[in-house]
């Protein structure tokens, strides 16, 4: 069983930045693709960012385009989403999530996933 763990959230004015760190566990992450998803007060869950399993293909969301970067470390088991000029409407909680078996794809879809985080805090205010 894989197991997700997000972390660097927190509180930061608009125009800072935020790298998140997703850590995978029992498996070898190098088999999934990974997302990034977040979810706002009162949103409906949004995919941000994607990578494959090999780092090669990355898709990202309209709204984040050309701020966000998403990356992974295989040896170290872990995905980074480093996020720069944060805007207020980024606040939300932020989930990161695996899906295996499925090669150079990226969905940002939430329903193609099967393994999630319990999710990190980023509120983005001045």
């Known amino acids: 069983q894989l197991q997700l763990v997000e972390s660097g959230g927190g509180l930061v004015q608009p125009g800072g930045s935020l790298r998140l760190s997703c850590a995978a566990s029992?498996?070898?992450?190098?088999?999934?693709?990974i997302g990034w998803f977040r979810q706002g007060p009162g949103k409906e869950r949004e995919g941000v960012a994607c990578?494959?399993?090999?780092?090669?293909?990355?898709m990202y969301a309209d709204s984040v385009k050309g701020r966000f970067t998403i990356s992974r470390d295989n040896a170290k088991n872990t995905v980074y989403l480093q996020m720069n000029s944060l805007k207020p409407e980024d606040t939300a909680v932020y989930y990161c999530?695996?899906?295996?078996?499925?090669?150079?794809?990226?969905?940002?879809?939430?329903?193609?996933?099967?393994?999630w985080g319990q999710g990190t805090q980023v509120t983005v205010s001045s």
């Open positions: 990578i494959s399993d090999s780092g090669a293909s990355t």
């Open positions: 999530a695996a899906v295996g078996g499925i090669g150079e794809r990226t969905p940002l879809s939430a329903l193609e996933y099967d393994y």
């Open positions: 029992g498996r070898n992450v190098d088999y999934y693709a």
